[in-house]
C-alpha cells in the first residue's frame, strides 16, 4: 500500500461530505451567473482597461510554449483522469502578464499566468488557468463586475476616481487581497521560477467513486526566485519571453503539480480564501517545459482555457468565479477572431 492511502482513506469521508455540500449548492449558484451578461464582462474590461484589438482582455502579453506531463501513482489513487497514467502526456501553454495591455512591463510587481492544455488520449482535453496568487480577485462575478467598474478611468481625468474605488474596496475588502500579495512579492526573475495557484478547489475522483476536494498549485523544482528592486529596473520591460526561451534550452524549467487537500469545514466556493496553512499536499506529477515559440505565433494562439473544460475524474466545485469563466472566454475569442487574433 502507498503510504499516501491511508491519507487518502481518512479523508475520504470528510470528502464525500464536502461533495455533496457542492453538488447541493451548484443549481442556486448556477442562477446568479445569469445575472451577469458576458458580453457586460468584456465590455468593462474594454471600458476599464482599454481596447486592444485582437489581444486577450486579460493576460494580453502572451506566449506560447509546448511540455509534457507524467503522472505520479499517488495521483492514480486519487483520480482515475488519463493524465495520471504515468505515461508522458503532451501539453500546451500560454504563458503570460497579468493586464489588458499587450505591453505590460516585464518588471512591474504584478500578476504572471500559466495557462495550459493537457491532450489526453481518445481526444480528451483538460484546460486550466492557473496565476501567480493563492487568490483570486472577487467572490462572484457581480462584486468582479462591480470591482472592474470602480476602477474605470474618470472620461475627465483619464484615471480612476479615488473615492470611488476606496468606497467599492471599503464595502469589499476581498478585492484587495490579490493585489497585496503582489506587492509584498519581489519581481518574478522568470516565467519558469514562481508559483501558479489555480485559485478554485475541485473535485478529484478515484475508481471507487471517492472524491477528495483539494487546490491546487504548480511549484518551479529549481524554487522560486525573484529580483531585487535594482536587478529588475536593470532587466527592463521586456526581459521574460527571450528569458524563458533560454531556461527552456538549457532545460531547466520544470513544476511539480501539487494538490493541497481540503478538509472538513474548509471553504470551497470562495477563491479569495486558500485552504488553511498546513493542508497536507500530494505529487500529482510533474511538468516539464520542452520548447518556446520563436515569435508571436504559436498553438495556443486562439486556445481560450476554460478551466471548465475538465477530462474525466475531475470535477468542479460550487465556487461561482469558476462557473463564471466559460462564457466571457467564449465572448472574448469571437472578438478577437473578428479583429484579427494576436498573441
Known sequence: MSKTQPLLSALALASTALCLNAQAQMAADAASQAAVDPSAFLNQFEASFGKFEGYRRSGAKGICATGEFVGTAEARGLSTATAFSGRPVPVLLRFSVGGANPKAADNAKSQRNMALQFNLPGGEVWQMGNISAPVFGAVTPQQFLGRLA???????????????????ADANPEVLLQGRH??????????????????????????????????????????????????????GPNFLFDELRQRVKDGTVAFHFNLELAQAGDRLDNATVPLPEGRPKLRLGVLKLLSVAPDAGGECLNITFNPMVLPKGVEPSADPMLAARAAPYAVGLGRRLSEGAKQ
Do not use: C, I
Open 150 to 168: 470602480s476602477l474605470q478611468p474618470d472620461p475627465a481625468t483619464r484615471m480612476p476616481d479615488a473615492a470611488r474605488v476606496k468606497a467599492f
Open 182 to 235: 503582489f506587492a509584498s512579492q519581489p519581481v518574478p526573475a522568470s516565467f519558469g521560477t514562481v508559483n501558479y495557484w489555480g485559485v478554485h478547489a475541485f473535485a478529484f475522483v478515484n475508481a471507487s467513486g471517492a472524491r477528495q476536494f483539494g487546490k491546487w498549485v504548480f511549484e518551479p523544482v529549481a524554487g522560486v526566485q525573484g529580483l531585487s528592486d535594482d536587478e529588475a529596473k536593470a532587466k
